[in-house]
């Protein structure tokens, strides 16, 4: 459908998101989810509910990898499932990442760049 979304998150309900939201709507972001919660937390319902409707053709942007993923490996696993499922993935900070092409380049940045 190559339906652009944004997904913001902030760790604290004492945050606010509306920088991230702006900064997703510049990018083309037409669809943004957003939650309130810690990455370190499995509750991310606005994620799980993007995560089932995103698919194959669509761009999903974020601000920084960290806004999207709780450590590493979960950056890693979002990475990969959504390039299986033919979503571009675009980090405003960092660029669009592709696993398939130069993968042990993009493996060292994920690390690098999530920083968690």
């Known amino acids: 459908m190559n339906t652009i979304y944004g997904y913001a998150r902030v760790s604290t309900v004492k945050q606010d998101l509306s920088s991230q939201v702006d900064d997703l709507k510049r990018a083309g972001a037409t669809n943004i989810f957003k939650d309130k919660y810690t990455g370190t937390t499995?509750?991310?319902?606005?994620?799980d509910k993007l995560m089932a409707k995103i698919e194959s053709g669509?761009?999903?942007?974020?601000?920084?990898?960290?806004?999207?993923?709780?450590?590493t490996q979960d950056a890693l696993n979002i990475v990969k499932k959504m390039n299986a499922e033919g979503v571009i993935l675009r980090v405003l900070n960092i660029g669009t990442i592709d696993i398939f092409t130069k993968?042990?380049?993009?493996?060292?940045?994920?690390?690098?760049?999530?920083g968690i």
């Open 103 to 114: 993968w042990t380049f993009n493996l060292y940045c994920l690390q690098c760049f999530c």
């Open 58 to 71: 669509d761009t999903l942007i974020v601000t920084k990898l960290d806004c999207l993923a709780r450590n």
């Open 42 to 47: 499995a509750n991310r319902p606005e994620f």
